[in-house]
């Protein structure tokens, strides 16, 4: 074994030399843990808040929209589903919509909603996963009653139960004696609940024909929508769309439709790691101060290495790896700190969060590939920490060395 790398060993834990640096030496290990578990806990849930945010958006609105510039909406629309599967590889599913703003009612109770028309046997949206009350079943009853799938906070405020009957006012401009709203008659056939407090309070969904007709729709819909195989490349499919339909179409990606909400997003994950990794730049001061002191405590072993015939490459190496030891150790028991705590905070669901977050729970993402990036990074800065007290310990002379006291 090499004989620099026993010494440096020796250096930091020996229970015969100085206790002192043998506990400061626990300190800057404990330094660097905590820096390295703290950054680990903290990208994980902020990439766990992304992850989250895009499959409830996602889920709720498809990855793409096509809506028309012309006020009656698109026509045609089985011609245009049929253009975009044959010249567009990399859409995965595609249906059509209506959704207007209604007025629904139940007794006394009455609230302003978002009335969406979905063909249920290719509707995109993830609702039919989060029915919490009754089923996914949008096929009408009969001539008279269609049927309803409402979110549960509009549930519970209108006070509305499985089989409730409701009726639902289409809304076109401004209602008056010469403009009176139609009126259609719903059972309520389920409760879901995406956790987007915003779209659980307002949007409901029924099949498209009875929005259709509702809104004298007839054969037109308010627009498309589409998912693609890699979200990654939304933006690419979006101008393909473009270039494939022309006007009056135009598509937008839910990074555009909803540009607030994922911007947030990002603002939050843009100075966390910087503003966390100051505490990684810390602890490898504080292997400096650590190294500093090892230098003064082994002054005299320095001496008598060098004069046993140790370069001054021997004795920075020694230092070195006293360096990369405290950080060796400190990366292993911080990924070892940061990983449990991640585990366990997405087993057990330890903190939960306001509803203005869209989840009930702190999410948990943990991707490999960062926590490798932050080891690679703390290990970097340990060795750069270690450069200044191992040149200056190699810098003394033998003689004065040995008789330092």
Do not use: C
């Not at 620099?4 to 206790?19: C, G, H, M, V």
């Not at 499919?237 to 473009?242: N, T």
Request: a positive charge.
């Amino acid at each position: 074994m090499n004989y620099k790398y026993l010494i440096a060993k020796r250096y930091l834990f020996s229970k015969k030399d100085s206790k002192f640096i043998s506990f400061i030496t626990y300190i800057s290990i404990f330094g660097v843990t905590l820096g390295v578990a703290t950054l680990i806990v903290a990208i994980s849930i902020l990439n766990g808040f992304e992850k989250e945010i895009l499959n409830k958006v996602a889920g709720l609105v498809s990855h793409i929209q096509i809506h028309s510039f012309k006020p009656e909406g698109v026509k045609n629309y089985n011609d245009v589903i049929s253009t975009i599967n044959d010249s567009i590889p990399d859409v995965s599913a595609v249906t059509a919509y209506v959704q207007r703003e209604a007025v629904i009612r139940f007794k006394e109770n009455v609230e302003g909603i978002m009335l969406k028309g979905v063909i249920q046997e290719t509707d995109l949206s993830s609702t039919k996963y989060n029915i919490i009350k009754g089923e996914y079943n949008l096929q009408p009853v009969d001539t008279i009653f269609s049927r309803l799938v409402v979110g549960d906070k509009l549930a519970e405020k209108l006070n509305i139960q499985i089989g409730s009957k409701v009726i639902v006012f289409g809304l076109q401009g401004i209602p008056s004696p010469l403009n009176p709203p139609k009126i259609k008659q719903f059972i309520v056939s389920g409760i879901y609940e995406t956790g987007l407090r915003d779209y659980d309070d307002i949007l409901i969904y029924t099949d498209l024909k009875t929005t259709q007709s509702l809104f004298n729709y007839d054969d037109y819909v308010t627009g498309l929508e589409l998912n693609v195989k890699d979200i990654e490349n939304v933006e690419a499919s979006v101008s393909k769309i473009k270039q494939v339909l022309g006007y009056p179409f135009y598509p937008r990606s839910l990074f555009k439709l909803y540009k607030g909400l994922f911007t947030w997003v990002e603002l939050q994950k843009a100075p966390t790691p910087i503003v966390l990794g100051l505490i990684i730049i810390v602890a490898s001061f504080n292997i400096v101060g650590t190294l500093l002191m090892l230098v003064l405590e082994k002054t005299q072993s320095v001496g008598i290495l060098k004069s046993l015939g140790a370069s001054r490459n021997d004795i920075m190496q020694i230092f070195i790896y006293d360096g990369i030891i405290i950080g060796l150790i400190g990366i292993v028991l911080g990924n070892i700190l940061g990983l449990g705590i991640a585990l366990a905070e997405l087993k057990f669901k330890f903190f939960s969060l306001p509803e203005l977050y869209y989840m009930k729970s702190v999410p948990i993402l943990i991707v490999p590939e960062y926590i490798v990036f932050i080891s690679i990074i703390t290990i970097i800065l340990v060795f750069l920490a270690t450069l200044i007290p191992a040149y200056l310990a190699s810098k003394f002379d033998p003689v004065k060395s040995i008789r330092f006291n």
